[in-house]
């Protein structure tokens, strides 16, 4: 069915621009098709890194192609150089030469910020105007909180908040078609579910990037009303901006109520957060 489909001379594939699910990968992959994980710029002539053919590994973008050097900055930042890097305009003015890569050795800053491994793999975590600093100045990247919400069973899309606050809060959009939501008998028994989900994630983030309170959203975020854009990519001033309420919410009670039978338990939520 697959090559009757793909047409039976495809061997090689590339996702680039945008996040795909490892296990759409991992299916190509069964069925003969490398499909390859990837990361680029225009700046770059195009290609920067690519997973090796049926080398492909989960959330990597790959190693650096031919003729492309790679480094990070303390914060992180991915920069890169090489013989067909080109120059932001910026950097130049009107009547200025850009020279050769040969001649004058140029890092260009791509904006992203990236985790490199041992072995070479690059992995994106997020874009750096995305990042932000809770109250305390912790540094958090949404995005690689936002992805470990990826896929899971009853959730379309997750946003992530805590852009100056002291703790990060999360909007989730439910999807109401998948059987582990539309069996649920009330709302109750499906925000019990989201609740383990987010303890599960936590487990694996340091206390500042936990996630300690969520809401449900009403709606999935929009492109028609300026929220994201055509890649699909969230712009999350506009978001936070047209869900101003909810958000306000979710940071009114400071405080997390647990009932054990006749008793009821009061925790900071700062403390909560702390401790998991």
Do not use: C
């Not at 990597?60 to 930042?77: D, N």
């Not at 309170?213 to 506009?238: A, C, D, I, M």
């Amino acid at each position: 069915i697959i090559r009757e489909i793909t047409g039976k001379n495809l061997r090689w594939g590339l996702s680039a621009a945008g996040y795909l699910d490892p296990k759409i990968f991992r299916f190509f992959q069964r069925h003969g098709i490398s499909l390859n994980s990837g990361f680029g710029m225009t700046e770059a002539t195009g290609g920067i890194t690519m997973t090796p053919s049926f080398e492909y590994k989960e959330n990597s973008t790959g190693i650096p192609l031919p003729g492309i050097e790679t480094f990070l900055t303390k914060q992180g930042e991915l920069m890169i150089t090489g013989h067909y890097v080109a120059r932001y305009l910026d950097d130049k003015g009107p009547e200025d030469l850009i020279p050769y890569p040969h001649e004058e050795k140029y890092d260009l800053a791509t904006g992203d910020i990236f985790k490199i491994e041992e072995n070479g793999h690059h992995e994106i975590i997020d874009r750096v105007k995305d990042i932000y600093k809770n109250s305390k100045g912790q540094t958090v990247a949404p995005g690689m909180i936002e992805k470990k919400f990826a896929g899971v069973p009853g959730i379309k899309d997750t946003f992530l908040v805590g852009d100056g606050k002291p703790y990060n809060v999360l909007l989730i959009v439910p999807d109401y078609e998948d059987p582990v939501i539309n069996s649920a008998e009330d709302d109750i028994q499906i925000n019990t579910y989201y609740q383990q989900i987010i303890t599960t994630a936590n487990k694996d983030l340091a206390p500042y990037e936990r996630v300690i309170n969520f809401s449900v959203s009403e709606r999935e975020f929009s492109e028609e009303k300026g929220e994201l854009t055509p890649k699909g990519s969230f712009k999350r001033k506009v978001i936070e901006k047209n869900f101003t309420a909810l958000i306000r919410q979710l940071y009114e009670k400071n405080k997390v109520d647990f009932k054990l039978k006749d008793i009821k338990i009061t925790i900071p939520r700062w403390f909560f957060r702390d401790l998991g």
